[in-house]
C-alpha cells in the first residue's frame, strides 16, 4: 500500500538542487556542499526551514579548526536550525571500559564552556548532547538552545545504552526517563532519537502520535556501520513521518584505548514519506544545509505506515 507520492526534480543545470515537497505544493529546493559549494538555496513561501547538519573532528585541534568553518558555513547559509554530534566538546568517554570520575567532570566542563560560543554559529536553534550530572547519577542529556533567549533547554536523557568495546556507554552513565517527549521550537517540533536509540523505532510511532517533524540524532558511531546507520535512519524517517536529521564524529577516534579506527561522519538528511536520503556530508563537504517543507512531515503523518493503528 502507497500514501501520497512526494513530488521531486533535480535541477538539471548542475546546481546541485532537489526540490521536494507534496502535490501541489510549492518545491523547496536544497543546497549540498560545504562552505564555499552552492549557495542558490531559494526560500519557500510554504512551511519551510533550513537546517543543518555536520560532522565534526572529535580531537582537540580539529574540532577548533572544523567549528570555525561551520560558523562560517551556518552564518553564509542562514541557517535556522544546527544540529551537532552527539557530545561532540570532549573526547568520547565511552571509549574506556572504567568509568573515570575526573575524566568525567573534564567531559561536564568541557561542555559546559562551548555551550558558551553556541551564539558564533548565528543560527535560531542549536540541538546536540551533553554529560550531565543530577542527584549523583550522569547522564546523556539532549537539549536545546534557543538564541533569542540564550538558555539551555534539557529536553531527553538517552535511554538506550550499549556496553561494548568502545562504547561503555551503560559504564559511563544512566538510563534516561521511558518517556519520549518532543519540544516545540520556533517553527517546528522536534524529537530525539539519540544515536541507539533510533533502532527502538516503537518511539518514531509515539512520536508521529505528537506531531513530531524532525527527528534530531545526533550521533558517535564508526566508519564501518555508515551505510547500516543510512538505513536506520531511513526507517526512522518512515517510522516517524519526521524528517531525520543526524550529524556524527569524523576523524579519527584519537586518545581512545583500544583505538576505535575512524569516525564514521556521514551526517543526513532524510525525508519522511519514502525515506529517501536528500544528503550526505562528507570528508571533503562536511555540512549540509536544505531547507525542508515541514508540511511534507505534517502530510506524513496521514499516509502509510503512519495511518496505521497501533
Not at 215 to 231: F, G, M, N, Q, Y
Amino acid at each position: 500500500m502507497e500514501g501520497a507520492p512526494l513530488w521531486r526534480e533535480r535541477d538539471s543545470g548542475g546546481g546541485g538542487l532537489l526540490r521536494v515537497g507534496c502535490p501541489g505544493q510549492l518545491d523547496v529546493p536544497l543546497a549540498l556542499g560545504p562552505l564555499g559549494g552552492t549557495r542558490d538555496t531559494l526560500r519557500s513561501p510554504t512551511a519551510a526551514m533550513r537546517v543543518t547538519v555536520c560532522e565534526l573532528r572529535n580531537d582537540t585541534e580539529g574540532r577548533e579548526a572544523d567549528w570555525v568553518d561551520l560558523c562560517a558555513h551556518a552564518k553564509d547559509s542562514e541557517s535556522e536550525l544546527v544540529l551537532l554530534p552527539e557530545m561532540p566538546f570532549h573526547r568520547w568517554l565511552a571509549a574506556s571500559p572504567t568509568a573515570d570520575g575526573q575524566e568525567w567532570a573534564g567531559a561536564v566542563e568541557a561542555h559546559d564552556a562551548w555551550l558558551e560560543r553556541l551564539p558564533e554559529l548565528g543560527a535560531p536553534i542549536v540541538i546536540s548532547t551533553r554529560p550531565v550530572e543530577d542527584n549523583r547519577s550522569r547522564f546523556n542529556e539532549g537539549y536545546v538552545w534557543s538564541r533569542s533567549d540564550g538558555m539551555v533547554r534539557a529536553v531527553h536523557r538517552k535511554r538506550y545504552l550499549p556496553d561494548e568495546p568502545g562504547f561503555w556507554e551503560a559504564t559511563w552513565y544512566s538510563r534516561g526517563p521511558s518517556e519520549f517527549d518532543s519540544v516545540e521550537v520556533p517553527g517546528a517540533r522536534v524529537g530525539f532519537a539519540i544515536c541507539t536509540e533510533m533502532w527502538f523505532t516503537g518511539h518514531g510511532r509515539e512520536y508521529a502520535r505528537q506531531g513530531v517533524q524532525i527527528l534530531a540524532s545526533p550521533r558517535a558511531t564508526l566508519r564501518p556501520s555508515v551505510d547500516k546507520w543510512i538505513a536506520g535512519g531511513r526507517a526512522a524517517a518512515v517510522v516517524s513521518g519526521a524528517f531525520c536529521l543526524s550529524s556524527n564524529l569524523s576523524g579519527r577516534a584519537a586518545g581512545t584505548a583500544p583505538d576505535l579506527g575512524a569516525w564514521g561522519g556521514a551526517g543526513w538528511i532524510i525525508e519522511p514519506e519514502e525515506g529517501e536520503v536528500l544528503g550526505v556530508t562528507t570528508a571533503e563537504e562536511p555540512f549540509l544545509t536544505i531547507d525542508i517543507d515541514l508540511a511534507v512531515a505534517d502530510h506524513a503523518k496521514s499516509t502509510y505506515p503512519r495511518y496505521v493503528l497501533d
